[in-house]
């Protein structure tokens, strides 16, 4: 991954430098650059933040109600980043772990792993600068794309909600 200072655009805002090399090796004739691909969470997409939002609704939702007086949020939110590995870990092995380090019922883990898929796009929300840099991606004809090792139909809802 490539990083960098944010370079100023014409319109006086700040994209990430790669798109200011991007858009410079398409138009100095050289044609290499044709399409930019990204990997979902943390480049548009600001999965902690999304994920700490959620988690907050999945335990008042479904948790709360019978387990509260023996978890509390913070334990939750904390114990499910844990194991998520930064979003590594396939969300269907994920909640039976989870509901299982807790001493909680296994039958949970159905519900919960469908409230994620059902809620979780909800709380999408783009990294800083993400909406800007694929707006000027497009301006200049580059073909934008994602590739992500994430589940099909909620990482579509992602983007289809941020962009």
């Given at each position: 991954?490539?990083?960098?200072?944010p370079?100023?655009?014409?319109?006086g805002g700040?994209?990430?430098?790669?798109?200011?090399?991007?858009?410079?090796?398409?138009?100095?004739g050289?044609?290499?650059?044709?399409?930019?691909?990204?990997?979902?969470?943390?480049?548009?997409?600001?999965?902690?933040?999304?994920?700490?939002?959620f988690?907050?609704?999945?335990?008042?939702?479904?948790?709360?109600?019978?387990?509260?007086?023996?978890?509390?949020?913070d334990?939750?939110?904390?114990?499910?980043?844990?194991?998520?590995?930064?979003?590594?870990?396939?969300?269907?092995?994920?909640?039976?772990?989870?509901?299982?380090?807790?001493?909680?019922?296994?039958?949970?883990?159905?519900?919960?792993?469908?409230?994620?898929?059902?809620?979780?796009p909800?709380?999408?929300?783009?990294?800083?600068?993400?909406?800007e840099?694929?707006?000027?991606?497009?301006?200049?004809d580059?073909?934008?794309a994602?590739?992500?090792?994430?589940?099909?139909?909620?990482?579509?809802s992602?983007?289809?909600?941020?962009?």
């Amino acid at each position: 991954m490539m990083s960098g200072s944010p370079t100023p655009n014409q319109d006086g805002g700040r994209l990430p430098f790669w798109v200011c090399e991007a858009s410079a090796c398409k138009f100095q004739g050289t044609k290499m650059i044709k399409a930019v691909l990204f990997d979902l969470d943390e480049t548009l997409l600001d999965r902690r933040a999304a994920a700490v939002e959620f988690l907050a609704l999945q335990y008042c939702e479904l948790v709360a109600g019978q387990f509260g007086d023996a978890l509390s949020q913070d334990q939750y939110a904390a114990r499910y980043l844990k194991l998520e590995e930064q979003g590594l870990v396939k969300k269907s092995d994920l909640y039976p772990t989870l509901v299982a380090s807790f001493g909680l019922p296994g039958e949970l883990s159905g519900p919960l792993l469908d409230h994620f898929r059902l809620r979780c796009p909800e709380m999408a929300c783009p990294m800083n600068g993400a909406r800007e840099a694929l707006q000027f991606l497009r301006k200049v004809d580059l073909f934008c794309a994602t590739i992500s090792n994430g589940e099909g139909v909620v990482h579509f809802s992602l983007k289809f909600r941020l962009f």
